[in-house]
């Protein structure tokens, strides 16, 4: 079997100039983004010596960006695409600034802080799904799953890089010049989506906000394929809490310290990255339904394969295959539902998609949380990983429409 047709498709970007200028403005944006989550948490820590106010700047985002991909969603089913991405980067580049700017004074004030975290929240929540509807428009549908890889290669490419080159920059000029970093990413981010032609939606709403959300909830609701892929796609979710897993499971099981841990916390984008490096196969497949739920298995299982023996190269390899599960799952759900929701749809669609990403982590959290308080910490990962492999299996079973479905079809 050639090896070419696992190599990661680049056809998305040698045949459509529009979709080449949106993948380069998300990879900037993405590096810049990357500086400004490791500054914020390490700024606010310093203000306050305090671990909770870190959590609640972070809560501040988490809730403002699953508010901004419900606005955007509805935004990006009325005006033009383009402009809405264009007006939230925007107005990201200035809450940057704004935080740069704090940060050189002689006492940084945490309220300003808050404030620009509910900017950050809101307009990358907004200009996220806006870019997510607007990219089915710019590539052949049978090229979806492709230049989903590339959008996911981007983000886990830029989870691994920016945070180590983030610290040596803290490290060397301050936080202040991470943020001057971010916001001259966005703006770059900015002039490049702007030079992009119009991207009007074929029939856009006319109703409220409110309205229209629920327009799309039902549509969500009433088909049985998209909805189910969004509903499968609930289990890659609440996989997502491992990382509250790791600091006890290094101590207690693996008896080491941060280096591990470190190591540990890459893992996930490390197979991720492999998985998108060899999703070419992605873009071929018949049945893409399976492929969903192989891969969501695959998510699960790779979380309970890590804590079979509690040796840090098992763990760490079983990390790695839950991220190249995530990532495969992540590229085939979205094909899937993007091939089968109309334009006039696709902004509240992918609202709903980026909003189920955003509370991810969240989510996640709790539910490792619940496991690790009723388990031993060495079993923490097994029955962790088994209630995800557990949860697709019942997928598998009560959604047939879904498991039967190709890719395009």
């Keep these: 079997m050639s090896a070419r047709r696992f190599a990661i498709d680049l056809t998305p970007l ?96 945490l309220w300003l802080i808050l404030v620009c975290a509910v900017i950050d929240g809101l307009t990358g929540g907004i200009s996220e799904t806006a870019l997510v509807a607007a990219m089915p428009n710019l590539i052949p549908s049978d090229k979806l799953a492709a230049g989903a890889a590339l959008m996911a290669l981007t983000a886990d490419l830029g989870s691994m890089a920016a945070p180590a080159l983030a610290g040596l920059l803290i490290a060397w000029l301050g936080v202040a010049a991470n943020f001057w970093l971010a916001a001259g990413a966005s703006l770059v981010t900015t002039v490049l989506i702007a030079r992009l032609g119009p991207m009007i939606v074929e029939r856009g709403h006319t109703e409220s906000p409110l309205r229209a959300v629920l327009s799309g909830l039902r549509f969500v609701a009433g088909h049985r394929i998209v909805g189910a892929t969004l509903l499968i796609g609930c289990v890659t979710m609440l996989m997502s809490g491992w990382t509250v897993l790791v600091p006890e499971y290094v101590s207690e099981v693996l008896h080491g310290g941060e280096a591990t841990a470190g190591l540990l916390f890459a893992a996930p984008a490390v197979g991720a990255v492999l998985g998108s490096l060899t999703s070419g196969w992605t873009g071929s497949i018949r049945r893409g339904g399976q492929v969903i739920f192989v891969s969501t298995l695959v998510c699960a299982a790779g979380i309970l394969g890590a804590g079979l023996v509690g040796v840090t190269v098992v763990v760490f390899a079983g990390l790695a295959a839950h991220g190249a599960g995530r990532v495969v799952s992540d590229i085939a759900r979205f094909a899937v539902v993007q091939a089968r929701t109309p334009d006039e749809f696709r902004g509240r669609v992918s609202g709903l998609w980026t909003a189920q990403l955003t509370i991810a982590l969240s989510a996640g959290a709790v539910v490792a949380g619940l496991v690790s308080s009723a388990v031993p910490t060495r079993e923490v990962f097994l029955v962790y990983g088994a209630g995800g492999c557990a949860l697709t299996v019942l997928g598998w079973c009560g959604l047939a429409t879904l498991r039967r479905v190709g890719s395009t079809d």
């Design 14 to 109: 040698r045949t459509s100039p529009a979709f080449g200028t949106l993948f380069l403005a998300r990879t900037i944006s993405v590096f810049g983004i990357g500086f400004l989550v490791v500054a914020l948490p390490i700024q606010v820590y310093r203000l306050t010596g305090s671990t909770a106010q870190v959590a609640a700047v972070a809560t501040v985002i988490g809730i403002s960006a699953f508010l901004g991909t419900l606005a955007g969603g509805t935004a990006a089913d009325h005006y033009d695409r383009r402009t809405v991405i264009v007006a939230s980067r925007a107005a990201a580049t200035l809450g940057f600034a704004l935080l740069a700017v704090n940060a050189m004074l002689p006492e940084p004030r």
